[in-house]
């Protein structure tokens, strides 16, 4: 096994150069100002197919014999290596047959439709990726096609690098000499190209690779000495929720590697929002990953000069309800409760009164009564102003039901109910 060096990247970039847009590495004053510390942002966002994933996808196609390419090519994608492939299908004039999990945004399925047009096929297999791929493996075998893998192969890391040989001559030429890069890891192809390049040629630069909490694949791999599939996954980081990463990019992660940090789904989404507020970036989960690292690494980052990779712009506007739901949880202002109810005529004016504080706000109320029964159970949303009003919450509530349930202390009821 053998790693990807800075000169294959260079090779990719000649071949790429003329297809991907060369994406703008641009100084962010209020992170810089956030986090006392010099943050640039590489804005992938702004690629043709607005994700990073162009790049291997397009080099990986290329390096193809033509004459195996005749029956077409197979992929399997969460979204943003699918729109890579169908982009490069239509341009080359190949046909794509794409694996999607039932689970992906629809708004990356209609993405995949728009860039590949005639040339792409889609199949919604698997509730993950992992299923989705398993899939479209077994399907390119039995029909001789060729599977574009979305991350595990050399071509693809190389051409995923490509982004970091711009990144690192676009600091140059700003006067930049950065100390830490951001990227997200889900497969591990982005991290892998990215350190492939920068440790061959600014080896001080460290390297720090971000996953969701609910997903950290590369780091259980780290834990195991070697991949390993994970039992179960939170796939709200779409983008990068991989249970196993693939050999090739382990090996170039324990190599090249300084750190992986985990982030939590909530700060993703605060993230997210914050982009959208702040700075006017659209954000997917993957793509705001970096970013939200930025909150855990504060205090190792501070006076530093810091890249973050903004890995994908690819977010269903759809999902925002959800993205603000688990953003306000995370930050300790929204709960839920399962409290029981006096059914008596008063009972709920009683808990306004007495219960909620002068700025708390009943955002979900679901209650049905039951015959025959002094008390029924009620559903209960409730948004706070404060984080530390809280506790006299809790206090007030346990005076009026001993027995209500936190629902975040119950992650089964909490599913099940929220």
Known sequence: MDLITDAEVKCAYQVLKEVVSHTPLQYDRYLSEKYEATILLKREDLQKVRSFKLRGAYYAIKKIPR???????????????????????????????????????????AQVEFFGGNKVSIKLIGDTFDASAKAAKEFAAKHTMT?????????????????????????????????????????????????????????????????????????????????????????????AAVKKVGSLTYFHAKNYLDAVTVVDEGLVCATILELYAKQAIVAEPAGALSVAALEVLKEKIKGKTVICVISGGNNDISRMAEIEERSLVYAGLQHYFVVNFPQRPGALKEFVSKVLGPNDDITRFEYTKKINRGTGPVVLGILLRKTNDLSALLLRLSEFDPAYINLQTAPSLYTLLV
């Open 67 to 109: 004459e195996q390419l005749i029956n077409g090519v197979v992929c399997a994608s969460a979204g943003n290596h699918a729109q890579g492939v169908a982009y490069t299908s239509r341009e080359m004039d190949i046909f794509a047959i794409i694996f999607m999990p039932t689970t992906t945004p629809k708004q990356k399925i």
């Open 147 to 239: 599977f574009i893998d979305p991350f595990d192969e050399s071509n693809i890391i190389a051409g995923q690098g490509t982004l970091a040989l711009e990144m690192m001559l676009d600091a140059k030429k700003k006067g930049f000499e950065p100390d830490y890069i951001l990227a997200a890891i889900g497969g591990g192809g982005l991290i892998s190209g990215i350190a492939s390049y920068v440790k061959n040629t600014n080896p001080a630069t460290k390297i720090i690779g971000i996953e969701p909490k609910g997903a950290p694949s590369m780091q259980a791999a780290f834990d195991h000495a070697g991949p390993v599939s994970l039992k179960q996954i939170d796939n709200f980081v779409d983008g």
